[in-house]
C-alpha cells in the first residue's frame, strides 16, 4: 500500500501507514522507506522528509542508494541543497543515478547561474576523484560488469 501511495504522490497517506508500522513495532525496509520520501517530496512535505531521514540515520539505513537518491530528490524539490549534499555525502558507492540527483539538484536551482561555480567545481572534482578520469569524446559504458570507453562522434 505504501508503494502505491508513493507512486500516486500522496505523502500523508504514505505517513500514516508509516506511524501505523511503527505502533504495531514493524519496521519498514529499503523499498516502504524510499517510496515514502518520494510520496513525500512530490507533496513537498519538507518537515516528513526530515523525519524519515531522521529515522533512516537512527536505524543506519543511509547505506541503501536507493534510499538516498530518494532523500537527494526531496531535499532538491523542498530547496534545502545543503541536505541534499549531506545525504550524498553518506553514500559510499554512489551511482549513476545518485549523481544525476545530486546534478539535477544544482541545476533545479540554478547554481551556476547564482555565482555558485565553486560547487559545480567541487562536484565534478568528486566525480573525477571517484570514478576515474575520463577521455575527451569518449563515454563509458557498462555491459556485463566491465566498463568500457566508447569513442562518440558528434
Same mark, same amino acid.
Request: one cysteine or more.
Given at each position: 500500500?505504501?508503494?502505491?501511495?508513493?507512486?500516486?504522490?500522496?505523502?500523508?497517506?504514505?505517513?500514516?501507514?508509516?506511524?501505523?508500522?511503527?505502533?504495531?513495532?514493524?519496521?519498514?525496509?529499503?523499498?516502504?522507506?524510499?517510496?515514502?520520501?518520494?510520496?513525500?517530496?512530490?507533496?513537498?512535505?519538507?518537515?516528513?522528509?526530515? =523525519?524519515?531521514?531522521?529515522? %533512516? !540515520?537512527?536505524?543506519? &539505513?543511509?547505506?541503501?542508494? /536507493?534510499?538516498?537518491? @530518494?532523500?537527494?530528490?526531496?531535499?532538491?524539490?523542498?530547496?534545502?541543497?545543503?541536505?541534499?549534499? =549531506?545525504?550524498?555525502?553518506? %553514500? !559510499?558507492?554512489?551511482? &549513476?543515478?545518485?549523481?544525476? /540527483?545530486?546534478?539535477? @539538484?544544482?541545476?533545479?536551482?540554478?547554481?551556476?547561474?547564482?555565482?555558485?561555480?565553486?560547487?559545480?567545481?567541487?562536484?565534478?572534482?568528486?566525480?573525477?576523484?571517484?570514478?576515474?578520469?575520463?577521455?575527451?569524446?569518449?563515454?563509458?559504458?557498462?555491459?556485463?560488469?566491465?566498463?568500457?570507453?566508447?569513442?562518440?562522434?558528434?
Amino acid at each position: 500500500m505504501v508503494v502505491g501511495y508513493g507512486r500516486l504522490g500522496d505523502g500523508e497517506e504514505a505517513m500514516k501507514l508509516l506511524i501505523g508500522m511503527f505502533q504495531e513495532d514493524i519496521r519498514p525496509d529499503e523499498i516502504t522507506l524510499t517510496s515514502i520520501i518520494r510520496s513525500c517530496s512530490c507533496a513537498s512535505t519538507y518537515c516528513e522528509i526530515m =523525519q524519515v531521514n531522521a529515522h %533512516v !540515520l537512527k536505524n543506519g &539505513l543511509h547505506a541503501f542508494v /536507493s534510499i538516498a537518491n @530518494a532523500l537527494i530528490n526531496a531535499y532538491s524539490k523542498g530547496g534545502s541543497i545543503a541536505m541534499a549534499l =549531506q545525504c550524498f555525502s553518506t %553514500v !559510499l558507492e554512489p551511482d &549513476l543515478v545518485t549523481w544525476t /540527483s545530486l546534478i539535477g @539538484a544544482y541545476a533545479f536551482h540554478s547554481l551556476p547561474k547564482n555565482s555558485h561555480w565553486h560547487d559545480v567545481a567541487r562536484i565534478h572534482k568528486l566525480m573525477r576523484d571517484r570514478c576515474g578520469h575520463r577521455v575527451p569524446g569518449c563515454s563509458w559504458m557498462e555491459y556485463a560488469a566491465t566498463i568500457d570507453e566508447v569513442p562518440v562522434k558528434i
